[in-house]
Nanobody, 115 residues
Framework: QVQLVESGGGLVQPGGSLRLSCAAS????????MDWFRQAPGKQREWVAT???????TYSQFVKGRFTISRDNAKNTVYLQMNSLKPEDTAVYYC?????????WGQGTQVTVSS
């Protein structure tokens, strides 16, 4: 059974930082590209960042320079380091694992940026 479990969300002030984690089980983690998405209230889910199985990273224009995606294959975990957070970063953050036509999602973790 495949499971992706996000953690690390919470309430943070504007300009602050958070690190999200997504722990995977039931897949050969190193072979999967891993993504972070987010969904704000009343908006569609949007892509945030991707790290390939070869450690190539790409970012949305909205987070580039502030967020960093990384992975630890020994721990089957992908991370999203979020710095210089803005109120518009408030959303539920989801991780996704993809390989070919197989895609698996986590349940999400809430990030709220507010003073």
């Amino acid at each position: 059974q495949v499971q992706l479990v996000e953690s690390g969300g919470g309430l943070v002030q504007p300009g602050g930082s958070l690190r999200l984690s997504c722990a995977a089980s039931g897949i050969i983690f190193s072979m999967y590209a891993m993504d972070w998405f987010r969904q704000a209230p009343g908006k569609q889910r949007e892509w945030v960042a991707t790290i390939s199985s070869a450690d190539t990273t790409t970012y949305s224009q909205f987070v580039k320079g502030r967020f960093t995606i990384s992975r630890d294959n020994a721990k089957n975990t992908v991370y999203l380091q979020m710095n210089s957070l803005k109120p518009e970063d408030t959303a539920v953050y989801y991780c996704r694992g993809m390989r070919g036509v197989s895609a698996y999602w986590g349940q999400g973790t809430q990030v709220t940026v507010s003073s």
